[in-house]
């Protein structure tokens, strides 16, 4: 069942729209910046989460909204996403146009717009979940990945397992943070909708498993030949 809004208990206070040019106006002010508490938000994604999303709950009680006023989050976020392609490209030896090609497909496409496309409604703060969620993803893709990518790319049963094992905790955790992140909404109901895809995920683990499907070969191929 998708989640749906609880009788009785109508979104009122999601008022997101005078709140948005505050946030972009934020973006270039970097003063006005909490990054200590940013960093703070990634450490306890990846060990806690729970305690992000009670934080969010404060949030809510003293400031009336759900979503960040901070851009942070964002920025710092995808100055990471940057650094860590660039990484990618350098080690693997590919021209500069297609380094900044890539650097900015990885920044804005796969953070940034399925991001904004994933948050259909109450969208700022759907898309405050989606960086929440994304930020172990990253850890986990970006930075674990390329510090192990010579054993998972090898040839062999151990790199295709390890690959897929790395693909599916990733995926899976990312799809959980969603899960806390629309949970602490007390207007939304049926919200365990979106741990279903974890069950998904688990299921076509072993398939791809047998089939000596690599993810890290795939992705890296496809991005650097």
């Not at 979503?67 to 942070?72: F, I, N, Q, S």
């Not at 989050?73 to 500069?96: G, K, M, N, T």
């Not at 683990?205 to 890290?216: E, H, Y």
Request: aromatic share 20%; with cysteine.
């Amino acid at each position: 069942m998708l989640p749906t809004v609880s009788r009785g208990r109508p979104p009122s206070t999601f008022r997101q729209s005078p709140l948005f040019p505050q946030y972009l106006r934020r973006i270039i002010k970097w003063q006005q910046m909490d990054i200590e508490y940013t960093f703070w938000q990634m450490l306890h994604l990846c060990t806690s989460p729970k305690v992000v999303y009670q934080h969010t709950k404060y949030h809510k009680q003293t400031k009336n909204q759900w979503a960040r006023d901070d851009p942070a989050f964002v920025v710092i976020c995808s100055f990471l996403l940057a650094v860590a392609a660039s990484a990618y490209c350098a080690a693997y030896d590919v021209s500069v146009a297609h380094a900044g090609f890539t650097v900015l497909s990885v920044v804005l496409v796969h953070f940034l717009l399925i991001g904004i496309f994933l948050a259909t409604c109450c969208w700022l703060y759907a898309f405050d979940v989606h960086c929440n969620s994304f930020f172990p993803l990253f850890v986990a893709l970006y930075v674990i990945q390329y510090f192990v990518s010579p054993l998972l790319v090898a040839q062999g049963f151990v790199p295709v397992l390890l690959s897929n094992l790395l693909f599916m905790v990733a995926f899976s955790y990312y799809q959980y943070l969603n899960f806390l992140g629309y949970d602490v909404l007390p207007f939304l109901d049926k919200t365990t909708f979106f741990l279903y895809p974890i069950g998904f995920i688990i299921i076509l683990f072993p398939f791809l498993v047998l089939a000596s499907f690599n993810p890290t070969r795939y992705v890296l191929s496809f991005y650097y030949g």
